[in-house]
């Protein structure tokens, strides 16, 4: 069964801090790797997408990818407490259209 | 604007009956797909469908029914085999492997 993992969290950082989100994944030959924020009773939106190995910055976003070690991140820079939200991971499934979500992990940014 | 629309936004269900939930998306996106959240838990994949007239089964697609006759439309059936269906269940659209997801706002099903 492949798999992404997520911690649960709650993840808190104070107003202006740095968030650090992780997550691992299973499948070898994932190639497309995404991350989706979702406000509490909100659908999930895309926030960022990474295939290469690196780092990938869009505004205060960051993520970062490293197929050795199957690890995906997201750095939120001076985190807001709009940026409340759980963060989900999602790899893309090789071979097919599917994605694999992790549960999420819970952002909270104390004002 | 280009979208997802789910509908209802609410729907209550009674014990034995089936109810479709609606899904229409004006993206021009080939494959489209279903899926279960529960509180506190990650995506479920219900059903999904690559082309028009063909269809998948996801991880949990037990109880549930799809249809796929417009590149448009990919309506979800809960039918009474389905034993614990309150969820929040979420469509979403994709126009390949590489560009991830486009999400619904949703419908929150309840079992009264």
Same mark, same amino acid.
């Given at each position: 069964?492949?798999?992404?993992?997520?911690?649960?969290?709650?993840?808190?950082?104070?107003?202006?801090?740095?968030?650090?989100?992780?997550?691992?994944?299973? !499948?070898?030959?994932?190639?497309?790797?995404?991350?989706?924020?979702?406000?509490?009773?909100?659908?999930?939106?895309?926030?960022?997408?990474?295939?290469?190995?690196?780092?990938?910055? !869009?505004?205060?976003?960051?993520?970062?990818?490293?197929?050795?070690?199957?690890?995906?991140?997201?750095?939120?820079? !001076?985190?807001?407490?709009? !940026?409340?939200?759980?963060?989900?991971?999602?790899?893309?499934?090789?071979?097919?259209?599917?994605?694999?979500?992790?549960?999420?992990?819970?952002?909270?940014?104390?004002? | 604007?280009?979208?997802?629309?789910?509908?209802?936004?609410?729907?209550?269900?009674?014990?034995?009956?089936?109810?479709?939930?609606?899904?229409?998306?004006?993206?021009?996106?080939?494959?489209?797909?279903?899926?279960?959240?529960?509180?506190?838990?990650?995506?479920?994949?219900?059903?999904? %469908?690559?082309?028009?007239?063909?269809?998948?089964?996801?991880?949990?697609? #037990?109880?549930?029914?799809? %249809?796929? #006759?417009?590149? #448009? %439309?990919?309506?979800?059936?809960?039918?009474?085999?389905?034993?614990?269906?309150?969820?929040?269940?979420?469509?979403? %659209?994709?126009?390949?492997?590489?560009?991830?997801?486009?999400?619904?706002?949703?419908?929150?099903?309840?079992?009264?």
């Amino acid at each position: 069964q492949k798999e992404v993992e997520q911690n649960s969290g709650p993840l808190s950082v104070p107003e202006g801090a740095i968030a650090s989100l992780n997550c691992t994944y299973s !499948d070898r030959g994932s190639q497309s790797f995404f991350w989706y924020r979702q406000y509490s009773g909100k659908s999930p939106e895309l926030i960022m997408f990474i295939y290469s190995n690196g780092d990938k910055e !869009d505004g205060r976003f960051t993520a970062q990818l490293n197929k050795a070690s199957q690890y995906v991140s997201l750095l939120i820079r !001076d985190s807001q407490p709009s !940026d409340s939200a759980t963060y989900l991971c999602a790899v893309n499934e090789s071979g097919t259209y599917k994605y694999i979500f992790g549960t999420g992990t819970r952002l909270k940014v104390l004002a | 604007d280009g979208g997802i629309t789910q509908s209802p936004k609410y729907l209550f269900r009674k014990e034995g009956q089936n109810v479709t939930l609606s899904c229409e998306q004006n993206l021009n996106h080939d494959a489209m797909y279903w899926y279960r959240q529960d509180p506190g838990q990650g995506l479920r994949l219900i059903y999904y %469908s690559q082309i028009v007239n063909d269809f998948q089964k996801g991880d949990i697609a #037990e109880g549930y029914s799809v %249809s796929r #006759e417009k590149k #448009e %439309s990919f309506p979800l059936t809960v039918t009474s085999a389905q034993k614990n269906p309150t969820a929040f269940y979420l469509c979403a %659209s994709s126009q390949g492997a590489d560009y991830g997801y486009t999400f619904g706002s949703g419908t929150r099903l309840t079992v009264v």
